[in-house]
């Protein structure tokens, strides 16, 4: 009895304790963390097979389970106007092999539970332990047999074609191929992109071609980790790889990549984009080995790595631009890498986006991070760094990055303190040395017709940002409409707005003939412009300077020649069919449907429509009072492609029709006004005008 009352006397003096250990606790202070963990990768057991192949063996008996990964580490690869080959080959790798059917190969894994996959980097596998040979067996019988066949490879390509098609219209899907276009160039391992062309190029020899090139060994990293003996690793490695043929993989010529000399936007118009995709690019010639790389990465982590970064406050959090935005900063091996800054952003705030986003990258580049800015992108680094750590299979990978990157072997087990060091001095250093505000790439992907202008008009820093068009697929272009073409516009209403403009269908119908006089004073003299036209498609033209003729064209009856003060020559070719063209008294009467929209713009103070009218000749159609303003006509001399505007004004009404009296033409970057003083209709045309 004595004894258990001794017991609850003690109990009662402990919970007592217990008590008052808790009441002393000052909650208004954060506890202090504990130690940083050690991360302790510990050495691999490293073998090489007489082919090149390089083994890694983690030993970890923990869980009766295996891996296996396979990184080929190829050079980077330029597939040229067959891209897509190796999307292709790598789709079509592990689905059968030469000596065992797709079906049953799958059964095979489905039985064993198992996962293997393959690809023309690699590949791996992972299963029970105890079924450690049979996988292995397997994962190298996908990998050294693969089954290439002409019916994998028309699905696949199917497929491929399928996904380009659908991403044709998506602001998104042409953004992610743009973007590298532009940063590297297409002819860049990491510019290039899969087209239908380069698709269709692909039969199955250059497949087979391109895994005999570059799935080989003598580059390549086989990590194997989980619960396996050392000792029983190489054996099997020995059985199932070592008959593995080496070989040298081809090696690209990569072009020299460098920024624009100055910041510039890409535009690339997706009229049917409801939100505009934003990146600022510039290339980065960070590299993992660099004594730079810590303070980098924390740099970009405070800049837009991370959901309280500048980037993200600023354009989530206080203006509600968008839903998210980020950055990332690449570390390059074979080549420079870029540091992106990206989001999606609505329309009516793109410009508003892109000045925020320069004004955070002005930030972190002039003004210090706070002490709690940097502790707590610290804290959230290295957290999500320890968490990861605790994966054995990225455990395992890091020992395969620290050879590939040429690392020293305590690389990771120094990350920790690395970071730690990085102070505020780093992160402004490095923000200056990689966020290149001056050669950036603004990339925008969206619709012109809402943003264009008031990009256009924007400034950063108090200077305007040049802009240059490119189309889907990375080609410089012209710069886009911004003006929104009414529904059920087509050329057919156009033609027929410009027929009713001029005097309608009945009136024009009468006109059998025109003959125009204009003149221009020139500091050449006067030039004096004759033309003369038929309902029956006969046309002349005589230009005199100081009473000589300096040109003649005639064109009837399907013939045509030109004349001048260096002699004559007979129409032909594209020629004659421009002269046919302009023979034709009111094209837009005669065919209605004689042409392509492409477009409406400005002209001027005016909105125009834009109709391409044959391969080398566009109109402008006012879209107000349906008058045709302008036609450029385009063509190549010497290798060289010319553009002539003749601009049309101040329409004036003869016999009921309306004509313009004022034709302006650009030649040699010189207006020449030619304003009509005769006009007359269905009167002093004869067929000698036309011999």
């Not at 050392?230 to 059985?239: D, G, I, Q, R, S």
């Amino acid at each position: 009895m004595t004894t258990m009352k001794k017991y609850i006397i003690a109990c009662i003096a402990v919970l007592f304790i217990g008590t008052a250990a808790i009441a002393q606790i000052d909650r208004s202070k954060i506890p202090t963390s504990g130690p940083m963990p050690e991360i302790n990768l510990g050495e691999p057991y490293t073998f090489d097979l007489d082919n090149g192949l390089k083994v890694l063996v983690v030993e970890d008996s923990k869980l009766p389970t295996i891996s296996f990964n396979l990184d080929l580490n190829n050079p980077p690869i330029v597939e040229g106007n067959k891209a897509g080959v190796q999307s292709l080959t790598g789709s079509i790798m592990g689905k059968g092999t030469t000596k065992t059917p797709k079906e049953k190969f799958n059964e095979q894994v489905d039985y064993l539970g198992a996962q293997i996959y393959l690809g023309t980097g690699g590949g791996g596998a992972s299963t029970l332990s105890k079924y450690t040979e049979q996988v292995m067996a397997m994962f190298a019988e996908a990998a050294l047999y693969p089954n290439f066949n002409e019916e994998e490879l028309a699905t696949e390509k199917s497929q491929l074609i399928e996904g380009i098609k659908s991403g044709e219209n998506s602001a998104a899907a042409i953004a992610g191929k743009v973007r590298g276009a532009l940063a590297y160039g297409k002819d860049h391992a990491a510019g290039e992109f899969a087209t239908v062309e380069t698709i269709n190029n692909v039969e199955l020899a250059d497949v087979k071609k391109f895994y005999s090139d570059y799935f080989v060994p003598n580059r390549a990293y086989l990590l194997i980790s989980g619960d396996i003996d050392k000792k029983e690793a190489k054996k099997l490695v020995n059985k199932y790889f070592g008959e593995w043929k080496a070989k040298e993989a081809p090696k690209s010529n990569l072009p020299e990549v460098t920024d624009v000399p100055t910041t510039e936007i890409d535009f690339i118009n997706v009229p049917n984009a409801v939100q505009t995709e934003l990146a600022v690019i510039n290339t980065s010639e960070l590299k993992m080995s660099d004594k730079d790389y810590h303070a980098a990465l924390v740099a970009n982590y405070i800049f837009g790595g991370g959901f309280g970064s500048y980037l993200n406050m600023n354009l989530r959090e206080k203006n509600g631009y968008t839903y998210g935005a980020g950055s990332s900063l690449g570390a390059g091996r074979d080549y420079k890498s870029t540091f992106r800054a990206t989001t999606k952003v609505r329309n009516e705030v793109t410009d508003s986006a892109v000045v925020e986003t320069f004004k955070e990258l002005d930030r972190i580049k002039t003004t210090y991070v706070t002490d709690e800015d940097l502790s707590n992108a610290k804290a959230k680094f290295l957290g999500s760094f320890i968490m990861q750590s605790e994966d054995k299979s990225v455990v395992a990978d890091r020992a395969i990055t620290i050879r590939t990157n040429n690392l020293d072997e305590d690389f990771y087990k120094d990350f920790i303190s690395n970071i730690n060091a990085v102070t505020k001095e780093d992160v402004k250093r490095v923000a200056n040395k990689y966020f290149k505000t001056d050669n950036m790439r603004i990339v925008l992907v969206g619709k012109a017709s809402e943003v264009l202008e008031p990009l256009e008009n924007m400034k950063i820093n108090g200077k305007n940002v040049p802009i240059k068009f490119y189309d889907k697929e990375a080609n410089v272009t012209d710069r886009p409409s911004t003006i929104a073409i009414p529904e059920g516009t087509t050329v057919n209403t156009i033609f027929a707005d410009y027929v009713k403009a001029i005097g309608g269908r009945d009136q024009v119908a009468e006109v059998k003939s025109m003959a125009m006089i204009g003149s221009s004073t020139t500091p050449m003299g006067e030039l004096v412009l004759n033309v003369k036209k038929t309902n029956d498609n006969k046309f002349s033209q005589t230009i005199t300077m100081g009473g000589n003729v300096a040109s003649k064209m005639v064109y009837a009856n399907g013939a045509g020649k030109v004349s001048g003060m260096q002699g004559s020559a007979v129409l032909e070719g594209e020629q004659l069919e421009a002269a046919a063209a302009e023979a034709v008294l009111f094209p837009e009467f005669a065919n209605p449907d004689g042409g392509t929209l492409i477009g409406a713009e400005k002209m001027g103070d005016k909105k125009v429509y834009v109709v391409q009218v044959s391969d080398t000749k566009k109109n402008y159609y006012d879209m107000n009072t349906g008058l045709l303003l302008g036609q450029e006509t385009t063509q190549e001399v010497q290798g060289q492609t010319y553009s002539t505007m003749i601009k049309y004004d101040n329409y004036k009404e003869v016999k009921g029709v309306k004509y313009p009296m004022t034709i302006i033409q650009n030649m040699a970057g010189r207006d020449f006004r030619f304003d009509i003083n005769t006009l007359r209709v269905n009167e002093g045309v004869t067929d000698a005008d036309f011999n």
